[in-house]
């Protein structure tokens, strides 16, 4: 029981059963379209005969009265009358007050009965066809028979006005429509039966490619990630459905690939100053220390574990920004107020070195607005002072790192520029990953996460960051990020 509801559960039965209720709705509607022409065709064929019957025998009593004759409607009619015996037509005619003059033998003493509007009959003079059965015609062709008859008001002169009818019986027509109805209803089961299959078989090709695409996806793995499914021959929707799933694999194995560098490079980054720590203190417990060294191992404990912090702090913020989670508070930050911060804090070191630092900030027009930013001033912060860290410390002595705030509406853009040795062409386009370092003999240190941060923090905000060489050496790094709801 339970397989057979697994199999009324698929898809493909869902689609087998659809597509023979349709076939089924068209072969019932192609069935009764094609039994109502036939019938309004075997009927009309039906009324032409008696209307061609009683013209006929119409013609023969003008005929009659035209030759004077003393009773021209039993003369003119008698001899068809005498030819009716065996035949299914039946001929009657009545008098203008429904008294029956004559009618044919076949009739024997079945007397054919007037419609209830033969009165009218009289006025319109057009012949009025209809299928009657039942009273007199059942006791002359069965409880079951039927009988189209023609009635029609003739006026011919010399001859009282009179009644005509003229019937046929429909036995004939009413065993073929039986056998014509029976065929259908043998036709339509094969015909289901025959559809049913040919959608099971069609359900079953259409969706063995989706088929194999769950298949193929069931059998990855973390280890077999590089797996893809073979396109088909036919680009059709389901060639469309297997490329799109084999770009998404390719981004899948980007991003599991990237998140298991982050994973090790971050247990290494993590593990360095653990390392330190715990080396530090098995060094404090062998024996005791004067109350010098004791601050020399608690100096360099607490500065391991503020760069462990800085790590983790920056870890997180890449987390934020890799998730697209939105920024838990957002306020207009003046990018002017951050870049003069900023510019202040790394001054002392810029100095050490031998660096000048020079700040240019958006003065704008009175008609334009302040460079405010919607955002989150310690990350904005941090992102620009990631920037001007990495200008002072690549920058030989003597040179500039210059800071600029410049508004491009609708954006504000923060700009900072070095002299330093610049950027290989073969590493440019991977300052902004994170761990990731650029060879450097003059400075070796550092996480490699300054720059990814400065481009999650400047992706939390809706902007963009990019990077090139200078004319002449060192670096141009552009932020652009979107004013202030209120300034645009």
């Known amino acids: 029981m339970s397989t057979m509801w697994q199999h009324v559960r698929t898809l493909r039965f869902k689609l087998t059963v659809l597509y023979v209720l349709v076939f089924g709705v068209l072969f019932t509607l192609l069935s009764w379209f094609v039994l109502a022409k036939w019938e309004q065709g075997v009927l009309d064929a039906v009324d032409q005969r008696l209307v061609?019957?009683?013209?006929?025998?119409?013609?023969?009593?003008?005929?009659?009265?035209?030759?004077?004759?003393d009773s021209p409607l039993e003369e003119a009619v008698q001899p068809q009358l005498r030819?009716?015996?065996?035949?299914?037509?039946?001929?009657?005619?009545?008098?203008?007050?429904?008294?029956?003059?004559?009618?044919?033998?076949n009739l024997r003493n079945v007397r054919l009965p007037l419609p209830d509007n033969h009165q009218e009959l009289k006025k319109g003079k057009r012949p009025y066809l209809a299928t009657i059965s039942g009273g007199e015609i059942a006791r002359?062709?069965?409880?079951?028979?039927?009988?189209?008859?023609?009635?029609?008001?003739?006026?011919?002169?010399?001859?009282?006005?009179f009644f005509m009818q003229v019937g046929l019986g429909m036995g004939t027509f009413n065993t073929s429509r039986a056998t014509l109805l029976r065929t259908f209803l043998m036709i339509i089961p094969i015909g289901l039966l025959a559809g049913g299959v040919a959608s099971w078989l069609l359900a079953r090709r259409s969706l063995t490619p989706i088929r194999r695409i769950a298949r193929e996806a069931q059998a990855l793995t973390a280890a077999r990630l590089d797996r893809r499914i073979p396109p088909p021959v036919a680009m059709d929707e389901v060639g469309e459905l297997v490329v799109t799933v084999n770009q998404m694999l390719d981004r899948l194995e980007d991003a599991f690939r990237a998140q298991e560098r982050f994973v090790a490079d971050a247990a290494h980054e993590l593990k360095?100053?653990?390392?330190?720590?715990?080396?530090?203190?098995?060094?404090?417990?062998?024996?005791?220390?004067?109350?010098?060294?004791?601050?020399?191992?608690?100096?360099?404990?607490?500065?391991?574990m503020r760069r462990l912090g800085?790590?983790?702090?920056?870890?997180?913020?890449?987390?934020?920004?890799?998730?697209?989670?939105?920024?838990?508070?957002?306020?207009?930050?003046?990018?002017?107020?951050?870049?003069?911060?900023?510019?202040?804090?790394?001054?002392?070191?810029a100095s050490e070195r031998?660096?000048?630092?020079?700040?240019?900030?958006?003065?704008?027009?009175?008609?334009?607005?302040?460079?405010?930013?919607?955002?989150?001033?310690?990350?904005?912060?941090?992102?620009?002072?990631?920037?001007?860290?990495?200008?002072?410390?690549y920058s030989p002595s003597g040179e500039v790192v210059e800071v600029e705030v410049r508004l491009v509406q609708p954006y504000v853009r923060v700009i900072v520029r070095d002299r330093g040795a610049g950027i290989p062409a073969k590493h440019i386009d991977r300052v902004f990953e994170r761990f990731y370092r650029v060879p450097r003999v003059e400075d070796p240190t550092g996480t490699g996460l300054g720059l990814a941060i400065a481009k999650g923090v400047a992706r939390l905000h809706k902007g963009r960051i990019?990077?090139?060489?200078?004319?002449?050496?060192?670096?141009?790094?552009?932020?652009?990020?979107?004013?202030?709801?209120?300034?645009?």
Do not use: H
Request: proline share 5%; charged share 25%; aromatic share 4%.
């Open 52 to 69: 061609d019957r009683s013209d006929a025998a119409l013609e023969q009593i003008e005929r009659a009265a035209n030759e004077g004759r």
């Open 83 to 105: 030819g009716l015996r065996q035949s299914r037509y039946y001929v009657q005619l009545r008098s203008a007050t429904g008294v029956s003059i004559v009618r044919s033998s």
């Open 140 to 161: 002359l062709l069965g409880a079951d028979g039927e009988m189209r008859v023609l009635t029609r008001y003739c006026e011919v002169p010399g001859v009282l006005p």
């Open 272 to 304: 360095t100053p653990i390392t330190i720590v715990k080396g530090i203190a098995q060094v404090l417990e062998k024996k005791e220390r004067t109350a010098e060294e004791y601050d020399q191992c608690l100096s360099g404990i607490v500065d391991e």
């Open 310 to 349: 800085q790590v983790v702090d920056s870890l997180l913020t890449l987390a934020r920004a890799d998730a697209g989670m939105p920024l838990s508070t957002t306020a207009p930050v003046s990018m002017n107020e951050v870049a003069t911060d900023v510019a202040q804090r790394w001054q002392p070191v």
């Open 354 to 393: 031998g660096v000048r630092l020079v700040l240019q900030l958006a003065m704008p027009r009175s008609d334009e607005p302040e460079p405010l930013v919607d955002g989150d001033n310690d990350l904005l912060d941090a992102m620009v002072s990631n920037l001007v860290q990495n200008g002072v410390r």
């Open 466 to 488: 990019d990077v090139s060489n200078r004319t002449g050496g060192g670096c141009e790094f552009v932020v652009e990020l979107p004013l202030a709801n209120g300034q645009m």
